[in-house]
């Protein structure tokens, strides 16, 4: 039988094979562990997170290698990308990829540049670990997408996976990779089960995987969007119509490819990115398509993304912005005329 864990678990156990075989691997962040110098030892594992994704981690780990910080984001990416110059792998948790704004000053003139400007002697084998994504409620400093940001850095890989396998071996990749990675983790994912090798594995760097082969429409799909458009291709499939969704994976290194490969097959694409419209990965697969796969098409580029706005807190208002089902069949139909 496969076994079945959760997108949660599966981003814990990467990080337990992670640490387990590689004592330089630590962990740091806000509210990981709790209580961690105190009296009161019951205080111990009261946290593990905002997700409880490292709970535990301190019996096994000890205090030296999972570490919880003060709430400064400056803080500890900056002591994440200092340690990581010096032999260590930190993983940092940034609760929020909205609160990347704190630190960026990090990710642009620090982390991604170090190895450039030091021609290749310096390694910055940095992870940072961080959720995005609406549909929880949380209005708008807690609820965006916001991984353009990064993909824009020279010097970063970003890599959102939507399933708790490429998870778990996406991860273990970043972690051993000797550039900065982010790791995107959509909340509406950590619950999804799925089946997941137990042996340690590392997914390719840079590759995306077909999830559904087919030859009239191609989707090209992020994170939680991947499900909803499988979910719009089965009921096209009653129809006849067979649609091929593509999984990037990796956003930087970005697998072209693969894109251009599909959609030289089926003539027609949609691209699907819950990012805001504006330089979003959306538009810069859009602008690939448009400069290489030009030749392919047979009908023009539909591109369905998250308003050009903050994310509503109003539950009514979230459900518009958010990207869903009907609003994918819609878009399916329209290039289908």
Avoid at 10 to 33: Q, T, Y
Avoid at 123 to 133: A, C, D, L, S, W
Wanted: aromatic share 8%.
């Amino acid at each position: 039988m496969e076994r079945l864990i959760t997108y949660k678990d599966a981003i814990s156990e990467a990080l337990k094979i992670a640490m387990r075989k590689d004592e330089n691997v630590i962990i740091l962040g806000e509210d990981l562990i709790g209580g961690t110098g105190k009296e009161d030892k019951s205080l111990l594992d009261a946290w593990g997170g905002p997700f409880t994704v490292t709970k535990g981690f301190i019996h096994e780990f000890g205090p030296k290698r999972i570490l919880d910080t003060p709430i400064s984001e400056t803080a500890f990416i900056g002591a994440a990308i200092g340690a990581s110059m010096v032999g260590l792998r930190p993983v940092a948790e940034l609760m929020y990829i909205d609160f990347i704004g704190v630190c960026f000053e990090l990710f642009l003139n620090q982390a991604g540049k170090q190895r450039y400007m030091f021609g290749g002697q310096s390694k910055n084998p940095i992870t940072v670990r961080t959720t995005y994504g609406c549909g929880w409620r949380e209005a708008a400093q807690h609820s965006h997408t916001n991984y353009s940001l990064v993909c824009h850095l020279p010097g970063w890989y970003v890599i959102a996976p939507s399933n708790p396998s490429d998870m778990k071996g996406g991860l273990l990749t970043s972690i051993r990779s000797d550039n900065p990675v982010l790791v995107m983790e959509h909340r509406i994912l950590y619950d999804k089960k799925g089946p997941v090798p137990e042996e340690d594995y590392e997914l390719p760097i840079g590759k995306g995987d077909i999830k559904r082969a087919g030859n009239d429409l191609t989707i090209f799909a992020i994170g939680v969007l991947v499900d909803k458009a499988l979910n719009v291709a089965k009921k096209f499939e009653d129809k006849g119509i067979s649609i091929e969704i593509i999984d990037p994976i990796w956003l930087v290194p970005l697998d072209k490819d693969l894109i251009l490969s599909s959609l030289e097959k089926t003539g027609k694409i949609l691209i699907l990115d819950e990012d805001n419209p504006r330089c979003s990965v959306a538009n810069d697969i859009g602008a690939l398509i448009a400069c290489e796969g030009l030749d392919y098409l047979e009908k023009p580029v539909k591109i369905l993304t998250a308003p050009n706005t903050p994310v509503p807190f109003s539950p009514v208002l979230e459900d518009e912005y958010n990207i869903s089902e009907e609003d994918i069949e819609k878009a399916v139909n329209e290039i289908l005329g």
